[in-house]
């Protein structure tokens, strides 16, 4: 099974419906990375948490780490059609040693207008 | 803003032959990456680079070796390219301790 697993697969959203896409760690996390990427395009950085009880945000776009640092949850508020892509979360399961991350395999948003 | 970029957006590649992607980075990090993408499979690491002539195989380096003679770029070489390393290829850079940061991504295909 994953290491890390991001749930659900997939979501279909009105346009401005909340939304929360989970990331689910095996093991204890030391650093948990949120990425966004367009269909066939490279990932862009969202957010990075570190501490468990974490929590930041971007514009519309929250994350957190939960207490015991094994799930990461990222909430959108009032989607809208720009929320549309994959997002990805990399676990850095290693003690600090954040260059080899443990990746999910994604969540595909799509939003209708 | 960082700049990580990539040679090509798209490549063809016949079966045998001796493909070259390449990547640079703009922002003095020490760390480079190469992974590929695939349905289902999500990113697997191929190699990664800590410093200038160093390396360490990541988790699927059959079939692949690198290369970074400079800082900022980092070549990966299929040394006789076969239909299975179709694939969508991304390249990373990072300062230790940090996010890291892709480029555009190049999606190959071996025919």
């Known amino acids: 099974s994953q290491e890390l697993e991001q749930s659900p697969q997939s979501l279909i959203v009105q346009e401005g419906k909340n939304l929360t896409i989970n990331c689910t760690s095996s093991k204890t996390l030391y650093g948990l990375y949120w990425y966004k990427q367009k269909y066939g395009e490279g990932l862009i950085f969202l957010m990075m948490?570190?501490?468990g009880g974490e929590e930041k945000s971007h514009e519309k776009i929250t994350a957190k780490l939960d207490e015991k640092k094994q799930q990461s949850s990222l909430h959108i508020t009032a989607s809208q059609p720009s929320h549309a892509g994959i997002y990805l979360c990399?676990?850095?399961?290693?003690?600090?040693?954040?260059?080899?991350?443990?990746w999910g395999l994604g969540t595909s948003l799509a939003v209708n207008p | 803003d960082v700049k990580v970029t990539q040679s090509s957006r798209y490549l063809v590649k016949r079966t045998g032959e001796k493909v070259f992607l390449e990547c640079v980075q703009d922002?003095?990090?020490?760390?480079m990456f190469w992974y590929r993408q695939d349905p289902g499979l999500g990113l697997r690491l191929i190699y990664f680079s800590y410093d200038v002539k160093m390396k360490e195989k990541g988790d699927i380096p059959e079939g692949y070796s690198v290369s970074r003679e400079k800082k900022e770029r980092f070549s990966l070489i299929l040394e006789s390219a076969s239909t299975n390393q179709t694939s969508m290829y991304l390249c990373a850079s990072q300062i230790q301790g940090y996010e890291q940061y892709f480029g555009p991504g190049t999606r190959l295909t071996v025919t």
């Open positions: 922002m003095d990090h020490e760390n």
């Open positions: 948490l570190q501490k």
């Open positions: 990399g676990a850095d399961q290693n003690a600090g040693n954040n260059r080899k991350l443990i």
